[in-house]
């Protein structure tokens, strides 16, 4: 089914939107959200990235009890800037993953899982360190 929210995308322009009206999101860093990526493969939907942090949409309400390490759901009423459909390239906020005619969000459970793995350090290697990131306005 395909999500309601890819109807009413930015066309121009990176464009303010309020988390937890038509989706959630949750604040991964880059560097635990490479190996997410990889992990989770065609099971993520649009991915939006700053340069220091992704950022996946999950369904509205589902990030209500969310504690996973090494990320932050952003709060209901946080400005989100949303690139344009095809904005592929920055500066500034764009797509790291496009989204599909019939996906723009990632289950909860399934990134959840992802960032789990993604987050166990290597042997000898410390876990990632969250740094934030600039498409929160």
Same mark, same amino acid.
């Given at each position: 089914?395909?999500?309601?929210?890819?109807? #009413?995308?930015?066309?121009?322009?990176?464009?303010?939107?309020?988390?937890?009206?038509?989706?959630?999101? @949750?604040? @991964?860093?880059?560097? @635990?959200?490479?190996?997410?990526?990889? #992990?989770?493969?065609?099971?993520?939907?649009?991915? #939006?990235?700053?340069?220091?942090?992704?950022?996946?949409?999950?369904?509205?309400?589902?990030?209500?009890?969310?504690?996973?390490?090494?990320?932050?759901?952003?709060?209901?009423?946080?400005?989100?800037? @949303?690139?344009?459909?095809?904005?592929?390239?920055?500066?500034?906020?764009?797509?790291?993953?496009?989204?599909?005619?019939?996906?723009?969000?990632?289950?909860?459970?399934?990134?959840?899982?992802?960032?789990?793995?993604?987050?166990?350090?290597?042997?000898?290697?410390?876990?990632?360190?969250?740094?934030?990131?600039?498409?929160?306005?």
């Amino acid at each position: 089914m395909a999500d309601r929210a890819l109807l #009413i995308m930015p066309t121009t322009a990176c464009e303010p939107r309020i988390v937890g009206e038509e989706w959630d999101a @949750v604040q @991964v860093p880059r560097s @635990v959200g490479l190996l997410a990526l990889d #992990i989770l493969g065609a099971r993520s939907g649009g991915v #939006i990235e700053d340069g220091t942090a992704f950022y996946w949409l999950l369904p509205a309400g589902s990030t209500k009890d969310w504690d996973t390490a090494n990320t932050q759901a952003l709060p209901a009423g946080t400005t989100l800037a @949303v690139p344009p459909a095809r904005c592929t390239v920055g500066p500034g906020p764009h797509w790291r993953i496009c989204p599909g005619a019939d996906q723009l969000l990632t289950q909860a459970a399934v990134l959840r899982a992802a960032v789990e793995d993604a987050s166990k350090p290597a042997e000898g290697q410390s876990a990632p360190d969250f740094s934030g990131g600039s498409a929160v306005l």
